[in-house]
């Protein structure tokens, strides 16, 4: 019954390291999300994505990149991991209009950078 | 987007109604109010939303007022599984580039269901 799958649920990554975070979603899906999550701070939007090959900066996209080659697949790409970038990254998707604010969302990814 | 206030924190007992109080005085007509919940450790998990008329789903009831300044999410007969940060937000439903631009997160309200 998952819908929105991300690779994985742990990394432990060290400071300049390239890191990959993948999530899929099997429902069709034109809109797609990644958001961080950090204590006392709550969910901040990074990069969004409303078709293929189409990304938008959210609020916090410093340090990040985005991947959107085929509709079911996001990728975040942080190019040099630092240690502010420990975090819990979330994933989701939503279809156009007009349920484009039903999001769902993934497990989560909890990223540690030492 | 219009902001929204929530309280912090609010204790059901289980087997009663929860109500969550929202206040958003300054939403615009265009702009739909949602709630998601998050259960500790998991993503966020979209409930229901509205736009004026009030709404019921499988999950929760939403209450608009007439005026829209302000919303109550009710889940009927709370249970502990219903322990969770709950988050109301007001939004357009389409964004600029006819698809979403996201949803901003504030703190949410936490609800303890107490046994």
């Known amino acids: 019954d998952v819908k929105v799958t991300q690779s994985s649920r742990y990394l432990v990554k060290r400071t300049g390291e390239k890191v990959f975070l993948e999530c899929v979603q099997d429902m069709d899906h034109e809109n797609m999300f990644w958001y961080r999550q950090d204590p006392g701070l709550g969910l901040r939007l990074i990069y969004f994505s409303y078709d293929v090959k189409m990304k938008e900066k959210g609020d916090i996209p410093e340090g990040y990149s985005v991947s959107r080659e085929k509709k079911e697949r996001f990728s975040l790409i942080l190019e040099s991991a630092s240690t502010n970038q420990t975090s819990m990254y979330l994933c989701?998707?939503?279809?156009?209009?007009?349920?484009?604010?039903?999001?769902?969302f993934g497990a989560g990814s909890r990223l540690t950078v030492l | 987007d219009a902001k929204t206030t929530q309280p912090t924190s609010m204790d059901c007992a289980e087997g009663r109604a929860a109500n969550l109080p929202c206040n958003h005085s300054t939403i615009s007509g265009n702009e739909y109010v949602y709630w998601y919940r998050q259960i500790h450790s998991q993503g966020p998990q979209y409930i229901i939303h509205?736009?004026?008329n009030n709404e019921t789903n499988e999950m929760a009831s939403l209450i608009i007022t007439e005026d829209r300044k302000s919303s109550t999410l009710i889940l009927p007969h709370a249970t502990l599984r219903d322990t969770a940060v709950y988050y109301c937000?007001?939004?357009?439903?389409?964004?600029?580039?006819?698809?979403?631009?996201?949803?901003?997160f504030g703190k949410g309200t936490h609800l303890i269901i107490q046994p």
């Open positions: 937000i007001v939004r357009v439903a389409i964004g600029a580039g006819g698809g979403a631009d996201g949803l901003t």
């Open positions: 509205g736009l004026k």
């Open positions: 989701a998707s939503s279809p156009t209009r007009p349920g484009a604010n039903v999001l769902t």
